[in-house]
């Protein structure tokens, strides 16, 4: 992929995070990346595979960073669910911007089905690790699980993608950060939770 297509790509993924999806247009990405119409349509035909290909860049650059820490033999379950918080907080730093596929989830319905699909396998993937983490985590002991860790992987998912939305509605951050002071307080055990205090 050459440059000109990582630029219709960042702009197209910056509109969809702040406008939606359905209220962005190639015109819209033109303007942006500054070039003409027919240009976008050399490297994506269709705003379909547009989209389509904006997701699937979006969840590969997130899973390999997520891959990373939880491989990191230097880091622990603690410091990966930590990891994890750190894009949330950025996106509430921005004055509109959310999750990629928390902004189409909300447009599902009017989606593609290539992208619905593709939003579909962001969401499971993140719970996944979610839950994986919080099983490492509860199994060597940093981590005190009231719940299964496939039960408090969706709270937490849920929880987050949600609180990102009040947030924009609200302008009000500390809604995702007392959010995240919440959920450290419900998976650590008690050792953990005197160290942060």
């Not at 997130?62 to 918080?85: H, M």
């Not at 579909?120 to 009231?146: D, N, P, T, V, Y």
Request: contains cysteine; charged residues 25%.
């Amino acid at each position: 992929m050459n440059a000109t297509a990582d630029r219709i790509l960042d702009a197209g993924q910056e509109l969809i995070q702040t406008r939606g999806f359905s209220a962005m247009s190639f015109q819209d990405i033109a303007f942006e990346v500054g070039i003409k119409k027919p240009s976008i349509i050399h490297h994506f035909p269709t705003k379909a595979e547009l989209g389509v290909a904006i997701i699937r860049r979006y969840r590969g650059t997130f899973a390999a960073k997520l891959e990373e820490i939880s491989e990191d033999p230097s880091k622990s379950s603690v410091d990966a669910l930590d990891f994890y918080f750190s894009p949330y907080l950025f996106f509430a730093s921005t004055r509109d911007k959310v999750c990629l596929c928390g902004a189409l989830a909300g447009e599902m319905p009017a989606l593609p089905k290539t992208m619905r699909a593709e939003v579909r396998q962001f969401m499971k993937a993140h719970q996944q690790w979610l839950e994986e983490i919080l099983r490492r985590g509860s199994g060597l002991g940093e981590f005190a699980l009231i719940d299964s860790p496939k039960s408090l992987s969706r709270v937490i998912f849920n929880s987050l993608q949600g609180s990102l939305l009040v947030r924009r509605s609200t302008k009000d951050v500390s809604q995702l950060k007392d959010v995240i002071s919440a959920i450290r307080k419900l998976v650590k055990n008690k050792s953990s939770i005197q160290q942060i205090r």
